[in-house]
Nanobody, 123 residues
Framework: QVQMVESGGGLVQPGGSLNLSCTAS????????LGWFRQAPGKEREGVSC????????RYASSVEGRFTISRDNAKRTVYLQMTSLKPEDTAMYYC????????????????WGQGTQVTVSS
């Protein structure tokens, strides 16, 4: 049974940091690219970042580049999203997902999804 479980969300003040984690099971983790997507109320789902199976390639949305860092630990079957300099517009539900290739332009290639973790940036 495939599972992807996110953690690490919460309430943080503008300018603060959060570290999200997503641990997966039930599929060949090393063979999959992993992505982080987010969706704010009333807005479309947005690709935030992705990382290739071997961890050698990464992509970021322009809105988060320079502030967010994606990484993965294949031994722990976990993908991370380190978020710094958070802004109110980063407020959203954040989802991790697995795909056969790394893309943030389209959620369709992603086969497996987590349930999401809420990130709220507010003073």
């Amino acid at each position: 049974q495939v599972q992807m479980v996110e953690s690490g969300g919460g309430l943080v003040q503008p300018g603060g940091s959060l570290n999200l984690s997503c641990t997966a099971s039930g599929f060949k983790f090393n063979d999959y690219a992993l992505g982080w997507f987010r969706q704010a109320p009333g807005k479309e789902r947005e690709g935030v970042s992705c990382i290739t199976g071997g961890g050698g390639g990464e992509r970021y949305a322009s809105s988060v580049e320079g502030r967010f860092t994606i990484s993965r630990d294949n031994a722990k079957r976990t993908v991370y999203l380190q978020m710094t300099s958070l802004k109110p517009e980063d407020t959203a539900m954040y989802y991790c997902a697995a795909s056969t290739w790394c893309t943030i332009r389209d959620a369709q290639p992603y086969q497996y999804w987590g349930q999401g973790t809420q990130v709220t940036v507010s003073s």
